[in-house]
């Protein structure tokens, strides 16, 4: 009965051993998992400035699209999406192909 008693105690030893163990690696695995999503944390905190500032550097250059009058119906428009008339090397700008088309005409006319 004493070597079964030594054995039971060895293999509840063994156990206990092996549960400490589970439990240090897991406690430790989830100290870094805090550790990364504090990391992580701080990175989208850093990288965040960053892009608000990609943003604001982004912003001005929207700003800057230059605006071109509709010589026909006098609607501004975005010069890259206005549509354009070159006549005696003189730009015309106009908000739709109507109007190019009807200032095309008044000219040919
Ligand atoms: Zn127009």
Redo the contacts with the bound molecule.
Sequence with gaps: MDFFASLLRMTFMFFMFRIVITLISSISASRKMKDQMRKNSSDNMASSPNSSATDSSNRPAALNIEMVK?Q????FVAKDKAYIVRTGGQDHY???W??RERYADQAGS
Excluded: A
């Design positions: 509709d026909l119906c006098g609607t106009f908000c739709s109507e109007c």
